[in-house]
């Protein structure tokens, strides 16, 4: 069982960054593949990116250049940060567990086993 709190979201003005922050429980946290997701309102869910326990990163088109995935195995905890923000990245922010070891359906949320809690992400003047 993992447990899975995010932290770090607020509101920042376009152009701004931020960093996102998840903490994990359990002793087994550098066997997981760690992803961000996020969801707007009245919007599916959508993956961010990943961060594969190879340290190997995926992330979405959208957010390329712009995101970071980081983990620090020793501290079980994923971070993301956000720089450039636009308005459309507002959303609620997931964090989620994985593990599989396959790159196969990393973008899927069905193919994350925990989930966090979500934290908000609101960029706007």
């Known amino acids: 069982q993992v447990q899975l709190v995010e932290s770090g979201g607020g509101l920042v003005q376009p152009g701004g960054s931020l960093r996102l922050s998840c903490a994990a429980s359990?002793?087994?946290?550098?066997?997981?593949?760690m992803g961000w997701f996020r969801q707007a309102p009245g919007k599916e869910r959508e993956f961010v990116t990943v961060?594969?326990?190879?340290?190997?990163?995926y992330y979405a088109d959208s957010v390329k250049g712009r995101f970071t995935i980081s983990r620090d195995n020793a501290k079980n905890t994923v971070y993301l940060q956000m720089n450039s923000l636009k308005p459309e990245d507002t959303a609620v922010y997931y964090c989620?567990?994985?593990?599989?070891?396959?790159?196969?359906?990393?973008?899927?949320?069905?193919?994350?086993?925990?989930w966090g809690q979500g934290t908000q992400v609101t960029v706007s003047s």
């Open positions: 989620a567990a994985r593990s599989s070891s396959s790159s196969y359906g990393v973008a899927a949320y069905r193919g994350y086993d925990y």
């Open positions: 359990g002793r087994t946290f550098s066997s997981y593949g």
């Open positions: 961060i594969m326990r190879t340290g190997t990163t």
